[in-house]
């Protein structure tokens, strides 16, 4: 039972190199959280800005202004304290990648 269950581990490995290594991309597991107020992939279907379609400048930019207090907001201002200046840039980014397609 060993020797298949062995067998069947080495043959995935080769099968399939990029299994093992594969890992999610951090800026869209983040961004997920955002899709509640501002739409899935950034369209928001209401009252809520899209994020879709802005540059990742332009989000990343806004969002660092709701985490240092520079803009003030309802709600923006106190989730961006929830986020690090490298996890904006991220969430930016991965934004800006899909306005880009």
Same mark, same amino acid.
């Given at each position: 039972?060993? &020797? @298949?269950? =062995? ?6 490995? =080769? +099968? $399939?190199?990029?299994?093992?290594? !594969? ?17 899935? #992939? ?7 800005? /899209? ?6 400048? %332009? @989000?990343? /930019?806004?969002? +660092?202004? $709701? ?11 106190? @989730?961006?304290?929830?986020? /690090?200046?490298? #996890? @904006? &840039?991220?969430? !930016?980014? %991965?934004?800006?990648? +899909?306005?880009?397609?």
């Amino acid at each position: 039972m060993k &020797k @298949i269950l =062995f067998s069947i581990l080495i043959t995935s490995v =080769f +099968l $399939f190199p990029n299994l093992l290594s !594969a890992t999610p991309d951090r800026g869209a597991l983040l961004s997920m959280s955002c899709a509640a107020c501002h739409g899935t #992939d950034g369209k928001s279907p209401g009252a809520m800005p /899209s994020l879709y379609g802005k540059s990742s400048k %332009y @989000i990343e /930019s806004s969002m +660092l202004s $709701f985490l240092h207090g520079k803009r003030k907001g309802t709600v923006m201002n106190r @989730i961006a304290k929830g986020y /690090s200046e490298k #996890d @904006i &840039k991220l969430i !930016a980014n %991965y934004f800006g990648q +899909l306005s880009n397609k």
